[in-house]
């Protein structure tokens, strides 16, 4: 069982708590790990961080220790492609085994975070991750914690892992660039390349470039080729806004495909289109601020896209939470 000490009376006793040692602007971490075995020549050290009494170990059956939970909780939480980093002060952290879509159930989440006496910390779901990145942390808020309300939690909560990292697929991506004036070289296309730089953090690889006019049937016999070419993704460039020659909603429609979304709850990118044709390739309608902002909605909608996760006209609703960028 747990049993507090005199630090200067626990020689030969075992930590049952990483001690933590913080030197503002150098370092942070334990100054001894649990397990740790003290010694004299220990409680200078002890005492030099502010530790009169320390907690050692007894050992009991009812009783789970820190690094126990969050080992626990870890095994409850974590899904595909994810992994744990060691117990280090009471706290196991995930990471990302290789790149892709981070997924998580939020109502589950929730439950736990309300059980009492126990916390896991994510970053948000769908966020788009790099292997090796972290994404969420697991601990119990006192030092043990109960086994039956471990066991709570778990039948709370059992299914289906709480977090997981869905892998990018390989895509092939084509782009049609409307407007009259890149079309007769009044200037120059600046919206294509950065569609190419963005491509770079996925798999995806550009199979055709169609420049047209502001014409409707032109765009809508451009997007119909690149379907016919097998582009998995068709990104149109131009002609999103309300303006009398912005044609290319209705150049999408004319496809035939299903717009699941013409319009987001997001700024940058309100202007936004979202379309599936029938065979389930997917059409989007990218507005200016793509060209010119670091981040807009179409950041938000193509991790998903790569990763094979469909959109519903909900999902683009639920956006606007968060959806100031």
């Keep these: 069982m747990l049993r507090r000490m005199k630090t200067t009376d626990a020689v030969g006793h075992t930590l049952c708590q990483d001690l933590t040692q913080i030197v503002k602007d150098v370092s942070k971490g334990p100054l001894f790990k649990r ?50 980093t060691a117990p280090s002060e009471g706290k196991i952290e995930s990471l990302a085994t290789c790149d892709g879509l981070l997924q998580i159930d939020l109502p589950r989440l929730n439950h736990i975070n309300t059980y009492g006496d126990m916390m896991v910390a994510t970053i948000p779901t769908f966020s788009p991750v790099k292997k090796g990145q972290r994404l969420a942390a697991t601990r119990i808020i006192p030092l043990f914690i109960e086994q039956e309300k471990l066991d709570g939690v778990k039948q709370l909560i059992s299914g289906q892992p709480v977090l997981s990292v869905t892998p990018y697929t390989v895509k092939r991506v084509a782009v049609v660039t409307t407007g009259s004036e890149v079309f007769n070289g009044l200037i120059d296309d600046t919206f294509t390349p950065v569609i190419q730089e963005k491509l770079q953090a996925f798999p995806a690889e550009m199979i055709a470039h169609y420049t047209v006019d502001d014409v409707r049937e032109d765009i809508t016999a451009a997007i119909n080729k690149a379907l016919a070419q097998g582009a998995d993704i068709i990104l149109c460039t131009g002609g999103m806004s309300v303006d009398p020659d912005d044609l290319t909603p209705g150049a999408i429609k004319q496809t035939g495909a299903d717009i699941i979304s013409y319009g987001t709850p997001v700024f940058p990118g309100a202007m936004f289109l979202l379309a599936y044709t029938e065979a389930g390739q997917v059409i989007m309608g990218l507005p200016g601020s793509v060209m010119y902002e670091k981040q807009t909605v179409f950041d938000m909608i193509f991790p998903r896209v790569m990763a094979d996760v469909a959109v519903s006209a909900a999902d683009i609703a639920a956006l606007g939470h968060g959806g100031l960028l």
């Design 35 to 84: 397990g740790h075995i003290l010694t004299q020549e220990d409680i200078p050290q002890l005492l030099a961080i502010g530790k009169k009494h320390v907690y050692v170990w007894d050992g009991h059956d009812d009783i789970v220790h820190e690094e126990d939970a969050a080992r626990f909780l870890y095994q409850l939480c974590a899904g595909a492609n994810i992994q744990p």
